[in-house]
C-alpha cells in the first residue's frame, strides 16, 4: 500500500481496536514504514539551522539556515492499516497473557493512564528551543491518557506534561522542513515540535485538541481519580477548621454567633454550611437577604480584627435594578455596622467600575442605593471582570513569549494592562486594610461575589495578619476564602472540556492574577513572608495540574458531593512533606505586623518573570539569590553538626587517656581528670538540626554518661566511629550549571531554576529528590551511595 492510500480507510481490526479504546485517541504512529513518495525539493533550506558535524544532532536555532535537510529527515511513509491494527492486536495479546501469568506489564507504574496504555506515539519529532539557549533534540512524542512524554533519542531529556495543563495546540504551515506544532500551557511552558510528516503533525495535533478539551464535561475523568493508591490524607484534608479559626481570630461570641441556616447548604449553595452573622440578626432577616442578593450570596463574616473589633464581610450584588429595596438587607447591613462597638460606620466597597455596576442595573442587579442604608458610605473600585483579565493575561503573554526587541515588548506589555490591573487590586486590597486597622468595618462585594471580591478580601487579610503570611496560615486563607466561599475553579482553570464557547468564555485567570498580586508584595517586603515564591509558583501550576483534589469543583458543596477526600490526594499534604522547599531565608516573624505602607505607584509594579518565563532558561538567573542562602545555611548547619560530633570525639578520646594514666598512678594521687572531659561533654549542644536551617538551636543540656567506678567506660550514644567523622565534604557542588541530577543512574534534567537543587549532607553533590533519603533520625539527607557506604 503506497502513501497515496487514504487515511479514511479502516478495516475490521482497526474498527475492533477503536471500539477497545477509548474515545477519540488515535493507534500508534511509527515512521519505520519507508514512503514511495518524494519531496519535491531536497535542497530546500532547514528554517530552524542545519545539521551538526555529528550527523545525528537535531538542527540547532544558533547555526545559520545554510544547511539542507538530508533525505531520510524529511521522506518519511504512512503506515499501512493493517499493519498498525496488527501491531496493536499483538501488544493487547500480549498484555493479556502477561495479566493471565501474572508478570508484570512493561509501561506499569510509568504514569501511562488506567492500565499503561500508550495512545499514541510518534517518534523523529524534533524539539525546538525558541530561545536557542539550548540544542534542538530528536526523539519520541508518547501520548498516554494522562501524560504526553518527550523522550530524546540520545537519553538526555526527557519531558513530561500533563494533559489537564495543555492551554491551546497551534499548527503550522507545512515546508519543506515539515510542520510545527506548539502546544501552550497553563502554567506558562512552551513546547515547539517539528515533525516532518504532514499526517503524523495532523494526527498528533488532532490527539493534543482532544487531550486538551476533552468532549466529556465529567469531572471525575481528571488525572486526581486516576490515583490507585490507597487514600488516607485526612490532614491534609482539615486544614481548615471554622471554629478554630474563628476563635484564632478572636470573634466576640456576644456580637458575632455561628448560625445553622446554611446547614446542607439549603439556602446557598456557594456558601460554606458554617457561617457568621451578627448576633442580634433574627433568621427572617438572614433570610429576606439571602433573596434579596444575587445567587443568595449574603453579608457574611470572613474576617475579625482583633485590636479594633473592626469586621470584614463579603456578599454578592444585591438584585435592585432600578427601585427595588429590601428592608431585610438593609437591616442587617445596620447589624453589621452596630457588631463593631468602636464604630457603626461601615464602608461598602463595590469593586467593579462604576459603568460595570450601571449596566446591571438593567439586568435586574446593580448596586444599594446609599440613601436606604443608614451609617454606610460607598466606594467603587475599578477592577475589570473576567473577559477583560482573559484578555490582558493573554496580550501579557504575548509580550513575554512572542516578542523579538525592546520596544515591541514594552508596547506590547502597555496594552496588555495587566500590570494597571495587578495594581488596582492591590489598591483595593490596601483600602480595606487601611479601613479595618482604623476600626470601620468593610463590606464587599462585586458581581456574584467570587472572582474580585475573592481576590480583595483575601488580599486584605495578608496585609492585616500575619499568620496568613506563614505557609500553613496562607493554605488556611485559601481554604476559606477561595475554596470554602465558592471561587468557580473549575470553570475558571477549565478543567472539564467547553461543550461550547459560552462555557469557554467563562476561563479566566482570577487566583492567577492574585498569585501574581501576592508576589508584587514580596518583593516590597521580603521579610514579611515565610514562603519564596517557589511555594506560590509550584501551587499555581498545581491547581491547573489536577493531580490533586484540593482545587477541583466550584464550591465546598461540590467537593462534598464527588467525596474528594476519599478519592483524591490534597496538594496540602504534598507540599508538607517539601516544606524546607518554601522557605523564605530572610523570613522575620517580628519585623512586620501590618503591611499597610505599601508603595502602589506604577513603577513599582513589575513582570513576574520567574512565572511567566519559567521555563526559559536564558531568561532566569543562574542562581537564585533565596537558594543560594538556604544552601549556606543547611552547609554550616551540617557543619556545625560535624564540628559537635569531633569535639565529642576529642572529649571521649581525652576521658580514655586520663582514665589510662589513672590506672597507672596510685590511688592517693588520682586526680578527677575525667571531670574535665566530663564537663566537656556536658557542655556540647547537638540539637542543631541540618534539615532545617531556620529551627532555633536549642539550649545544651546535660548528656548523662553511664559510668562504672570498675571500667569508667562513656555512654555508647556518645561514641562515633572514626570512619564516620571524616565523610563529611567541605565543599558542596555550587548551583550554578547543575542542570541534572549527580546520580549515574538517574541523570535526571531540572526542568527549570525553580526546581530545587538538594545537596547530600555527606559528598556534597546535587541531586533529585527521587535519589535522596533521609536518615532515620531525621537529621541528615543522604544520596543513595552515601547510604550504601
Not at 746 to 768: A, P, Q, V, W
Amino acid at each position: 500500500m503506497s502513501s497515496s492510500t487514504p487515511s479514511s480507510v479502516t478495516t475490521p481490526l482497526t474498527t475492533w481496536w477503536n471500539n477497545m479504546t477509548l474515545s477519540g485517541i488515535y493507534p500508534s504512529i511509527s515512521t519505520s514504514t519507508p514512503s514511495t513518495s518524494t519531496s519535491s525539493s531536497w535542497s530546500s533550506h532547514f528554517i530552524f539551522g542545519g545539521y551538526g558535524s555529528n550527523g545525528g544532532s537535531a538542527p540547532s536555532t544558533a547555526n545559520t539556515p545554510q544547511s539542507t535537510v538530508a533525505p531520510s529527515a524529511l521522506s518519511s511513509g504512512y503506515t499501512e492499516d493493517i499493519t498498525v491494527a496488527g501491531s496493536l492486536l499483538k501488544d493487547k495479546i500480549n498484555g493479556l497473557m502477561d495479566s493471565l501469568m501474572g508478570r508484570e506489564s512493561v509501561h506499569a507504574g510509568c504514569g501511562y493512564g488506567e492500565d499503561g496504555r500508550i495512545a499514541m506515539m510518534v517518534d523523529k519529532v524534533y524539539l525546538v528551543d525558541r530561545l536557542g539557549t539550548h540544542e534542538n533534540l530528536v526523539g519520541t512524542v508518547h501520548v498516554t491518557t494522562t501524560h504526553i512524554i518527550f523522550r530524546a533519542e540520545n537519553g538526555t531529556k526527557e519531558l513530561w506534561l500533563a494533559t489537564g495543563l495543555i492551554a491551546s495546540v497551534e499548527r503550522g504551515t507545512l515546508t519543506a522542513a515539515g510542520c510545527m506544532l506548539v502546544i501552550r500551557c497553563k502554567h506558562f511552558q512552551v513546547i515547539t515540535l517539528l515533525i516532518s510528516r504532514d499526517k503524523s503533525c495532523q494526527d498528533l495535533y488532532e490527539t493534543l485538541q482532544r487531550a486538551a478539551k476533552p468532549v466529556s464535561v465529567n469531572v471525575t475523568e481528571l488525572l486526581a481519580f486516576e490515583n490507585r493508591e490507597p487514600v488516607d490524607d485526612a490532614r491534609g484534608w482539615k486544614r481548615l477548621d471554622w471554629a478554630n479559626e474563628m476563635a484564632r481570630q478572636g470573634v466576640s461570641q456576644s456580637k458575632w454567633i455561628q448560625s445553622p441556616i446554611n446547614e446542607g447548604y439549603t439556602i446557598c449553595d456557594t456558601y460554606p454550611d458554617k457561617l457568621w452573622f451578627p448576633t442580634a440578626a433574627s433568621t427572617s432577616v438572614l433570610l429576606g437577604s439571602c433573596k434579596f442578593r444575587s445567587r443568595g450570596r449574603l453579608p457574611v463574616l470572613t474576617y475579625y480584627h482583633r485590636q479594633t473589633e473592626a469586621a470584614l464581610c463579603r456578599c454578592a450584588q444585591p438584585l435592585t435594578g432600578f427601585s427595588a429595596r429590601c428592608v431585610e438587607d438593609e437591616k442587617l447591613m445596620e447589624l453589621v455596622g452596630k457588631a463593631n462597638p468602636n464604630s457603626e460606620n461601615l464602608f461598602l466597597v463595590d469593586t467593579r467600575p462604576r459603568v460595570n455596576a450601571m449596566v446591571n442595573k438593567v439586568q435586574g442587579k446593580g448596586f444599594e442605593d446609599e440613601r436606604n442604608y443608614s451609617n454606610m458610605r460607598f466606594h467603587f473600585f475599578d477592577i475589570e471582570n473576567i473577559h477583560v483579565m482573559r484578555a490582558s493575561q493573554s496580550r501579557l503573554l504575548d509580550a513575554v513569549t512572542k516578542c523579538r526587541d525592546v520596544a515591541e515588548y514594552w508596547k506590547t506589555l502597555e496594552s496588555s494592562g495587566w500590570l494597571k490591573h495587578v495594581r488596582s487590586v492591590v489598591e483595593c486590597s490596601l483600602f480595606l486594610a487601611e479601613s479595618i486597622s482604623r476600626g470601620t468595618s468593610c463590606v464587599v462585594h462585586c458581581s456574584d461575589g467570587w472572582d474580585r471580591t475573592s481576590q480583595v478580601v483575601a488580599m486584605c487579610q495578608l496585609l492585616l495578619d500575619p499568620y496568613y503570611r506563614t505557609i500553613h496560615g496562607f493554605q488556611v486563607l485559601i481554604e476559606k476564602d477561595w475554596l470554602g466561599f465558592g471561587h468557580k475553579f473549575d470553570d475558571r482553570c477549565g478543567h472539564v472540556g467547553a461543550l461550547n464557547d459560552e462555557a469557554g468564555k467563562e476561563v479566566s485567570p482570577i487566583f492567577t492574577q492574585w498569585l501574581d498580586c501576592i508576589w508584587q508584595i514580596m518583593q516590597q517586603k521580603p521579610r514579611a513572608f515565610q514562603f519564596n515564591e517557589r511555594y506560590l509558583i509550584e501551587m499555581h501550576e498545581h491547581v491547573y495540574s489536577c493531580q490533586f483534589g484540593t482545587f477541583i469543583g466550584n464550591c465546598d458543596k461540590d467537593r462534598r458531593d464527588l467525596n474528594l477526600a476519599k478519592r483524591t490526594k490534597s496538594l496540602w499534604t504534598w507540599m508538607d512533606a517539601r516544606h524546607d522547599d518554601y522557605m523564605n531565608p530572610f523570613y522575620s516573624p517580628t519585623a512586620h505586623v501590618a503591611l499597610l505602607d505599601l508603595d502602589t505607584r506604577a513603577a513599582r509594579f513589575t513582570v513576574w518573570t520567574a512565572m511567566y518565563n519559567r521555563f526559559d532558561a536564558g531568561l532566569q538567573p543562574r542562581e537564585r539569590l533565596e537558594d543560594i542562602t538556604m544552601a549556606s545555611m543547611e552547609h554550616v548547619g551540617v557543619l556545625e553538626s560535624h564540628v559537635a560530633q569531633l569535639r565529642t570525639r576529642l572529649a571521649e578520646l581525652k576521658g580514655q587517656q586520663q582514665q589510662m594514666t589513672a590506672a597507672t598512678t596510685p590511688t592517693n594521687m588520682v586526680d578527677s581528670g575525667m571531670s574535665s572531659a566530663t564537663d566537656e561533654l556536658k557542655n556540647l549542644s547537638l540539637t542543631s538540626h541540618p534539615l532545617d536551617p531556620l529551627s532555633p538551636v536549642s539550649p545544651p543540656h546535660p548528656l548523662e554518661r553511664a559510668t562504672s567506678q570498675e571500667s569508667g567506660v562513656m555512654d555508647s550514644s556518645l561514641y562515633y566511629p572514626d570512619e564516620a567523622l571524616t565523610k563529611y565534604s567541605l565543599k558542596w557542588q555550587p548551583l550554578r550549571g547543575a542542570d541534572r541530577c549527580s546520580n549515574p543512574a538517574c541523570r535526571g534534567e531540572f526542568s527549570s531554576t525553580i526546581e530545587r537543587r538538594i545537596h547530600c549532607h555527606l559528598c556534597g553533590m546535587i541531586f533529585c529528590r527521587r535519589c535522596l533519603k533521609v536518615t532515620a533520625d531525621e537529621r541528615e539527607r543522604v544520596c543513595d551511595k552515601c547510604k550504601a557506604d
